[in-house]
Nanobody, 123 residues
């Protein structure tokens, strides 16, 4: 079972990136999916989450209105569209899957993790 995050890179402030997280090994269509990030010297923090059906989303206040999480269950893939990027968005971004229970913003509630993709926003 693997989650493979991609799409990170270097972008100027105000720019956009779209991260993808492709799942393999089994279907994740019944899992809640989340994105987290970790900046150097900081703890991993919640960014966004989507229910297995796609009907409910949560966002951290710091990204609300700028980031959008989406999923394509047919492709076993979840996305994070990031617009109006700021230097403080610089971090390694991780996707994660939660197989049981309610949606969560807590990283220890997630069962599977991708390897992370670096996002760097220059000022």
């Amino acid at each position: 079972v693997q989650l493979q995050a991609s799409g990170g890179g270097l972008v100027q402030a105000g720019g956009s990136l779209r991260l993808s997280c492709a799942a393999s090994g089994r279907t994740f269509s019944r899992d809640h999916m989340g994105w987290f990030r970790q900046a150097p010297g900081k703890e991993r923090e919640f960014v966004a989450a989507m229910s297995w059906s796609g009907g409910t989303t949560y966002y951290a206040d710091s990204v609300k209105g700028r980031f959008t999480i989406s999923r394509d269950n047919a492709k076993n893939t979840v996305y994070l569209q990031m617009n109006s990027l700021k230097p403080e968005d610089t971090a390694v971004y991780y996707c994660a899957a939660r197989s049981y229970g309610m949606m969560s913003t807590r990283n220890h509630d997630y069962d599977y993790w991708g390897q992370g993709t670096q996002v760097t926003v220059s000022s």
